[in-house]
């Protein structure tokens, strides 16, 4: 204590090109200005070369009709429709594309990890594979096998691959025997809807029940069977079945009915979601082996079974490792879906290309572009984060 | 006490692939007892005490504690597993719990007591080991000693009728290693059922009644502590004990 006085009259005595306070704040101010310089220049360079050809900046060519067909779209969607609209139905085939294959590749990738990790040689071999396979060719490349390779060996509309379902798999796509809802469909949704939030609801209090008091409260059974509940209530609400088999069959030249997966999008999705299952297989399963084996021993030591062990104490803790990395598979993922340009499925950046060609605006259609996978992303990340955040630790 | 060991072994035998790691152990300990081996690294006394609650399977042989076998039944491990406690020399606490949560998970999860009754009785174990006022913190703002007491509490709340302490103060920095022998030395005096693989001779000499010391998988001689340090009977004993004790 008795150091800090002579030093106190010391710092006022620097001179201010030797204070370390002051350099810091200098630094910061140069940067500052130097940056502003740079981005008036470019800024302003752009704007003149802009100019000087012509270009005009302005988003109103949205609102003119666009005059290009986009196959399959979406949502409805005709040449006669604005720039606007055909740019939105490209965001809805961006957006099912990249959700089917996160779902997929989160559910196909954790088995993988698990498989991995299991003490099964042959699994943890073929497991193996997979990911190596996946995870060491570029994702184009995958794209074009199954593409071009895969769908090449497809037979003819007329000779359909029929697999069980029934599905029908021929050069125009796969079409799938797709559940439809009747008339009385929603009711039986809305039953089991509230059924499934009943159950979430019983279970976290009647597992909070348990640990209050020490009863058994048979938490996951009451939970399962009020799922189970709800779904036969609204199965008999709905005056039976809530849904209606629609079966693609052949009519003439084509088939009618179902759900048709067009070559570009089961191609898209196909490899989108084995190419990011492998990096989610990675991600997961070096969380759970991150988690010490003494944490698994100590649960253990305490009498823990198999099942409490995993969800008290691996879980919560590998959960945390996963979530991170997890969520850049998933912008990865969503902006990879852009390379679908090179097999034609027209999604949001397939669409901007050719509204380029159409309307010749390439600095705000690319603006738009790159606005609407920042936002997409920034999105996600804000939501996952906001996950991730609860489940950190509290360490300090 | 009951003429019954409470531990018994016969002819334990394990093997880690070739590697023949424990020889045919034979040890009994009585309700009440504290047993400590030593030994040097490697000579099996490690894998020996993680044969008892089955954190590794021995070959061969037979483990009976409290009256149960251990063998491939579950139900039999499980049970063996809530009547033994055990502290670790990497503590192995978990660190997304709260010291309070390390303590209580158990009692609750597997002893199905209410969190009131775990609570209390989490509090009683930190009073004891000298750390009431830890409870609400993260394993990760203590320090080695005071996880270390953590542990000891942790491993307590179930009630054990055995503690096994698999070298509690190796990971310790030597001014943490006293706070944690004081804890243990309060344990054997209140009559707790020790197993403790440990080389602090001193706190063999002040709480044991039987000492082992293995070598290569085996009991080279057993003993009181008097006997063992004033008069061993093994060459390799005595070579152990004057390289342990120098310095």
Not at chain 1, 69 to 80: K, L, R
Not at chain 1, 275 to 302: D, H, M, N
């Amino acid at each position: 204590m008795a150091l800090q006085t002579p030093q106190k009259t010391e710092t006022t005595a620097i001179p201010f090109y030797r204070d370390e306070r002051v350099l810091q704040i200098a630094a910061q101010i140069i940067s500052a200005v130097l940056i502003f310089i740079l981005l008036y220049w470019a800024v302003v360079n752009f704007l003149r070369a802009a100019e000087a050809r012509n270009m005009t900046l302005s988003f109103g060519f949205l609102k003119e009709a666009a005059g290009f067909p986009i196959s399959n779209p979406p949502i409805e969607y005709d040449p006669s429709m604005s720039f606007a609209r055909a740019f939105l139905v490209g965001l809805a085939n961006t957006l099912i594309v990249s959700g089917a294959g996160v779902v997929t590749a989160t559910i196909l990738g954790t088995l993988i990890a698990l498989a991995r990790l299991s003490s099964n040689w042959l699994m943890s071999r073929i497991a193996l594979a997979f990911i190596e396979f996946h995870r060491n060719i570029p994702l184009l490349v995958l794209l074009f096998i199954w593409y071009f390779v895969v769908f090449s060996f497809v037979p003819p509309i007329k000779d359909s691959l029929v697999w069980p379902g029934p599905i029908f798999i021929n050069k125009r796509g796969i079409y799938l025997s797709w559940p439809r809802l009747t008339e009385t469909g929603p009711v039986f949704l809305i039953a089991l809807g509230i059924g499934i939030v009943v159950a979430i609801a019983a279970f976290s209090i009647l597992r909070k029940k348990r640990q209050e008091t020490g009863k058994k409260t048979y938490f996951m059974p009451v939970s399962i069977g009020l799922v189970v509940i709800s779904f036969v209530v609204g199965w008999f609400l709905a005056g039976g079945s809530p849904f209606w088999i629609d079966t693609p069959s052949l009519k003439g030249f084509n088939f009618q009915g179902g759900m048709r997966l067009t070559p570009e999008f089961a191609g898209m999705y196909l490899s989108l979601s084995l190419y990011t299952a492998a990096f989610i297989a990675e991600v997961v399963r070096g969380g759970i082996q991150a988690v010490s084996k003494g944490q698994i021993e100590a649960a253990r030591a305490l009498g823990l079974n198999q099942f409490q062990v995993v969800s008290l104490v691996v879980m919560p803790q590998a959960l945390r490792i996963i979530i991170p990395p997890m969520i850049s598979q998933y912008l990865n993922l969503t902006k990879n879906s852009s390379l679908a340009l090179a097999i034609g499925f027209q999604e949001v950046f397939a669409v901007g290309k050719i509204a380029i060609n159409q309307a010749g605006r390439a600095v705000p259609v690319f603006a738009l572009i790159m606005a609407t996978y920042l936002s997409l992303s920034l999105l996600t990340s804000f939501i996952l984060n906001i996950y991730n955040r609860r489940i950190q630790f509290v360490v300090r | 006490m009951n003429n019954e060991p409470i531990i018994k072994c016969r002819g334990v035998h394990k093997w880690y692939g070739d590697f023949h790691a424990i020889k045919g152990v034979d040890i009994d300990v009585y309700e009440g007892e504290v047993i400590v081996i030593f030994g040097p690294s490697g000579s099996g006394k490690s894998t020996f005490i993680r044969t008892i609650n089955r954190l590794e399977e021995h070959q061969q042989g037979t483990i009976i504690v409290d009256g149960t076998e251990l063998s491939h039944d579950v139900r039999n491990i499980e049970k063996i597993r809530t009547e033994t406690g055990m502290v670790f020399q990497q503590f192995n606490l978990f660190p997304h719990l709260t010291v309070m949560q390390n303590i209580t998970l158990a009692p609750i999860w597997v002893r199905n007591w209410p969190r009131v009754k775990a609570e209390a009785k989490a509090m009683e174990l930190l009073e004891m080991v000298g750390i009431p006022e830890q409870a609400q913190k993260f394993p990760g703002n203590l320090s080695g000693g005071q996880q270390q007491r953590v542990a000891i509490a942790r491993a307590l709340a179930m009630e054990p009728k055995i503690m096994l302490f698999d070298e509690p103060t190796s990971a310790l920095d030597p001014e943490m290693i006293k706070e944690v022998l004081d804890a243990m030395i309060d344990l054997a005096k209140s009559g707790m059922t020790m197993i403790v693989v440990t080389h602090e001779m001193g706190f063999a000499r002040e709480v044991a009644d039987r000492m082992y010391f293995f070598d290569e998988g085996k009991i080279i001689e057993t003993g009181t502590p008097d006997e063992i340090y004033r008069n061993p009977q093994e060459d390799r004993t005595k070579l152990f004990l004057s390289q342990i004790l120098q310095h």
